[in-house]
């Protein structure tokens, strides 16, 4: 039977830490599980509450299946139950139990369990706006101190208390119980850096790479551009960026920058004294300073260490603070960046956007705008830091100890950083291929999937997965020009470093030896050149990733720089529609110079009246339409409406007067009553049931299982083409325009379906100016006035009954389009008796 002898072994305290040659086994195994578990539970706690308001369940497809995640897991259970092994072993095999033993194993085992929750939670959950990659400082934290702790006892080795001896059968089982804390806690860590449970990239990047519409294109960048250097034109790259750094009319984020500012001055001044009292340590232990000024000097240099953290204060109280505030100024510079660059695409000509490349410029969107938060964080928290340690380093070994430190400091600087840009320079080319190589993958595959009817018609599966793994080996040869390139600079970089490390250090040396230095002046010389070293091993990185950021946001900087073709004039007046009395005076107009479209066009359309635009392909019909809605400016003459040129006027208020029902309908991937009702954004649901019915599509609409709710898919897949031409009418309804405009607006409808349209539209047009354009010219017979057009001319005009009295141009055209027809409907007729001859 167990007996519990007293909370510590042998009647000792726990207040002798310090026995023996080593810690008091009850004085660690109190400590340990204590401190552990303090920090499980406090920091796990901010952590568990940060996650419960501003995280996210990963999608499943997301989370990673791994086994060394499951691995994890078994060594934290693991962990967690060995305490109890060894409760069992005290006392079953050895019947003497102590309280600390208990205590050791309760804290011990919820201190695991609490870092299993923080795991699992990690693993099926994702903050908001999160872009790291690997567990959080809590986690990462509590293994390294468990793997401390059991380094820890090593310094106890000497101690008779322990178990290092393995003189008994109680000693090698408690050194095996150490044995396996070690080695689970060692690969803990270890897994830990890896992160195997965790998405190899920030969650929103998996997303955004998975949703983007990437189509077969040629790369934005021009032959020039590849060959220009990454910092042409910095200058105007900087202007602007710059705007949205300092975030005009938001106070709070503008002292926010003010105090970002100030923080990292402050950190440039912390690593100026942390190796100065680390030296004042050395010098004092050396020189036996008394108890209470050598601990007065520790205290001060740990807490300067606290605020500095890790080398470069990476991990430090100040950073961390920076880098937690600076993450609004973030959001807000990319908020802006994007909006901006949105709007202004949307601002861009017809004539650009019947040209782009889109899955090319959603490429050049991601890319360019992910790249402005980091190329503004490594432009102003570590390009600009690292100079001004340099800088302060040069002038404080010249001053305080000799210029040949400041000359060594000087020289291995500059020669790093010079070979650093010569050599990153001449690799950009290599990035900027990879680059190309990985659009052309990417949108070779896109463009493959999107076609798979073609492809599986001709018979082409083996011709596509060639041509994609054509594309896809050579970017893997654009990729290892990168890596190999990459690590001939971090070479160059560690050879420099070295050298320059060894030259200082052997010159302290020497004047510790000649009795000008002390040996804290050598500590304080060693500390601080690798403290600087660090930051100036990443300024590699930070430059490089500068770089690739310029060369990510290049196809972005030509999207701001893309000239809107068509654009109000300064002081540019509303548009004041009365009577929509439309006016084409002496209109030329050419797509490409010397090529006229339409040549010395003149007409004029009386209010409520309907005119008609007739002719063959190419005539230049659609065009008159694209030029009145001012898709483009005319080359010469002069549209007007109610008097006034529209070109002299907002393209706003032109527009809004003016209703398009096109040919080509394309619908918004939502409802059907959200479709309708892009014609009057504030219409109620009645009004757009009214358009509906007026188009002839309510019925329909309300036949299928969501009626109003239905999902049209994508641009309006899923309904036929009468369906989406329907809708189209139905929104120019809703929007209630003075003046109609119809692009064959019934061309993709069956013949009922179509005179069923022309009896609305007719009630829809009346008194309302209209223009239409039209293929079938037994929909226009009604026109007021019909313009026949022919290579970019005005051949004919007049009404129906006066150009069939001509015998001209449309004379022809309306008795080829009736023999058509009449052809049509006896094979019609004649299909039917001998479809019911085979039923019988």
């Known amino acids: 039977?167990?007996?519990?002898?007293?909370?510590?072994e042998g009647n000792n305290s726990i207040t002798q830490a310090?026995?023996?040659?080593?810690?008091?086994?009850?004085?660690?195994?109190t400590l340990v599980p204590s401190v552990l578990l303090s920090v499980c539970l406090l920091l796990g706690a901010l952590q568990y509450a940060c996650y419960a308001r501003f995280s996210r369940a990963m999608e499943p497809k997301y989370i990673p299946r791994s086994h060394l995640y499951r691995g994890q897991v078994l060594l934290s259970l693991l962990l967690a139950l060995q305490p109890f092994g060894g409760l069992l072993w005290q006392g079953v095999g050895l019947r003497q139990l102590y309280g600390y033993m208990l205590l050791y194993a309760c804290l011990w085992a919820l201190s695991w369990g609490c870092a299993i929750a923080l795991l699992q939670l990690e693993h099926t959950r994702v903050l908001a706006h999160d872009r790291t990659r690997g567990h959080g400082t809590v986690l990462l934290l509590f293994w390294a101190l468990a793997f401390a702790a059991e380094n820890l006892t090593l310094v106890c080795w000497r101690s008779p208390l322990w178990w290092w001896a393995l003189e008994d059968t109680n000693q090698k089982v408690q050194f095996g119980f150490w044995l396996l804390r070690y080695?689970?806690?060692?690969?803990?860590?270890?897994?830990?850096?890896?992160?195997?449970?965790l998405p190899h990239k920030p969650y929103m990047l998996l997303i955004n790479e998975e949703e983007r519409d990437v189509e077969n294109s040629q790369p934005l960048l021009?032959?020039?551009?590849r060959t220009t250097s990454t910092w042409k034109d910095f200058r105007r790259k900087l202007r602007l960026l710059v705007p949205y750094v300092w975030p005009r009319g938001n106070h709070l984020l503008q002292g926010l920058v003010l105090f970002c500012m100030a923080l990292m001055g402050l950190e440039r001044a912390i690593n100026v004294f942390v190796p100065i009292y680390y030296k004042n340590i050395v010098n004092e232990l050396t020189m036996g300073a008394p108890w209470h000024t050598l601990a007065w000097t520790v205290c001060i240099y740990v807490g300067l260490k606290f605020l500095q953290g890790g080398g470069a204060g990476s991990t430090g109280f100040v950073s961390n603070l920076r880098t937690f505030l600076w993450v609004w100024v973030q959001q807000f510079t990319n908020r802006q960046v994007q909006v901006q660059l949105f709007a202004h695409l949307h601002g861009l000509s017809l004539r650009w956007h019947l040209g782009r490349r889109t899955g090319e410029v959603l490429r050049s969107v991601d890319r360019g705008t992910s790249s402005i938060n980091s190329l503004l964080s490594y432009i102003i928290f570590s390009i600009v830091p690292t100079i001004a340690d340099i800088v302060i380093g040069i002038v404080y070994f010249t001053s305080v100890f000799s210029a040949w430190f400041g000359l060594i400091i000087f020289v291995c600087m500059s020669l790093y950083l010079t070979l650093t840009i010569f050599i990153t320079e001449w690799r950009t080319k290599y990035r900027r291929d990879m680059n190309t190589r990985d659009n052309e993958a990417k949108s070779r595959a896109v463009d493959s999937l999107l076609n798979f009817e073609t492809v599986k018609y001709y018979n082409a599966e083996s011709y596509e997965v060639n041509r994609f793994n054509n594309a896809i080996v050579k970017y893997q040869v654009s990729e290892w020009k990168v890596s190999a390139s990459l690590g001939l600079l971090n070479q160059t970089q560690n050879l420099v470093i070295g050298l320059g490390l060894l030259a200082g250090s052997l010159l302290c040396a020497y004047f510790v030896t000649e009795n000008k230095l002390q040996v804290g002046d050598f500590v304080l010389f060693g500390t601080y050149i690798i403290q600087l070293y660090t930051p100036l091993n990443w300024f590699g990185t930070y430059y490089r990733m500068i770089q690739n950021s310029f060369v990510d946001m290049e196809n972005m900087f030509e999207l701001f720089h893309e000239e809107q073709e068509v654009k109000d004039v300064v002081n540019a007046s509303d548009l004041r529609v009365e009577a929509g009395h439309i006016e084409f005076e002496n209109v030329h107009f050419s797509y490409i110079d010397g090529k006229e479209i339409l040549q010395d066009v003149s007409f004029s359309v009386m209010p409520g009246q309907t005119l008609a635009l007739v002719?063959?392909?190419g005539s230049g019909k659609s065009t008159i339409i694209r030029l009145l809605f001012r898709f483009y400016d005319v080359r010469g003459g002069c549209i007007r409406i109610d008097g006034q040129d529209i070109s002299q006027v907002k393209q706003a208020s032109l527009r809004a007067h003016i209703g398009v029902v096109p040919q080509d309908t394309v619908l918004f991937n939502d409802t059907i009553a959200n479709n309708i009702r892009y014609g009057r954004i504030l219409a109620t649901d009645q009004e757009v049931q009214e358009a509906a019915r007026a188009a002839d599509i309510h019925d329909r609409i309300l036949s299928f299982p969501d009626g109003y709710n239905t999902q049209v898919g994508e641009r309006g897949l899923k309904l036929s083409g009468g369906e989406k031409q329907r809708v189209a009418i139905a929104r120019t309804i809703l929007k209630g325009p003075h003046i109609i405009l119809l692009d064959e607006a019934t061309s993709a409808l069956d013949t009922e379906t179509e005179r069923n349209i022309q009896a609305s539209l007719a009630k829809v047009c009346a008194h309302h100016t209209t223009i239409v354009v039209a293929h079938r010219l037994s929909t226009v017979v009604g026109a007021d006035q019909i313009l026949v057009l022919k290579d970019g001319h005005i051949v004919e005009r007049g009404r129906h009954e006066e150009l069939l009295q001509k015998g001209?141009?449309?004379?022809?055209?309306?008795?080829?389009?009736?023999?058509?027809?009449e052809s049509e409907s006896k094979e019609h007729r004649t299909e039917k008796p001998q479809s019911s001859k085979k039923a019988s």
């Open 18 to 29: 310090w026995v023996q040659q080593g810690f008091q086994p009850c004085f660690f195994f």
């Open 1 to 8: 039977m167990a007996v519990l002898g007293g909370y510590c």
């Open 615 to 617: 002719g063959p392909s």
């Open 183 to 197: 080695v689970c806690t060692f690969m803990l860590f270890i897994l830990g850096m890896k992160a195997p449970g």
């Open 808 to 821: 001209g141009v449309y004379a022809g055209m309306w008795l080829q389009q009736q023999t058509g027809d």
């Open 222 to 225: 021009t032959d020039a551009s």
